[in-house]
């Protein structure tokens, strides 16, 4: 069974892999840091998401994206329970981030489809209004927004921030 697979033909070892690093990660993390949290009856949290949580783009992302949805949905779950205690709790779904991941996504696509990375990103760009990835600084902003006391009044959100891929 290959690594980074179709979810058929990839191992249960790559499956666990997926949801011990994308979801049981940020539910340990969001356990511990609640504790203080309630006892200072105030807290942020802010997740990471990602649109292939709302909506998976490829089959070679399947386990990705049925954990990182599970990160939206303890996200929401998160907040109901937090609240009581002042915590807000919300998470950013991000687009098309230039990273290692999207570049290996390029080249395995690019690989399995006989074209270049470069037509695979063109064609990749279409769909994305704003006609450019995502940095690390486009995440970042949201993620700063929603640690500031700007959004005191915002829980239970996943906040798509993705060039206008998901427009809701």
């Known amino acids: 069974m290959e690594e980074r697979a179709p979810p058929t033909e990839a191992s249960s070892t ?11 990660s940020t539910f340990l993390c969001c356990k511990y840091v609640s504790v203080h949290m309630k006892s200072v009856k105030s807290g942020k949290i802010i997740n990471i998401s990602t649109i292939d949580g709302k909506r998976c783009s490829s089959e070679y992302l399947g386990f990705y994206a049925a954990a990182k949805a599970g990160v939206i949905q303890l996200t929401r779950a998160l907040a109901m329970e937090l609240a009581r ?3 807000n709790v919300n998470a950013v779904c991000s687009g098309y981030v230039d990273t290692p991941l999207l570049r ?7 690989d399995r489809l006989g074209m ?24 970042a902003g949201p993620v700063l927004f929603l640690a500031s006391p700007d959004s005191d009044y915002i829980t239970g959100q996943a ?3 993705d060039g206008g891929i998901e427009p809701h």
């Open 85 to 87: 205690y002042g915590i």
């Open 104 to 110: 290996w996504l390029f080249k395995t696509f690019a």
């Open 159 to 161: 906040i798509n921030v």
């Open 14 to 24: 790559y499956f666990d892999r997926m949801i011990e690093l994308n979801l049981k």
């Open 116 to 139: 270049n990375v470069e037509e695979i990103k063109n064609i990749s760009l279409v769909e994305i209004p704003l006609r450019r990835f995502a940095t690390p600084e486009d995440i």
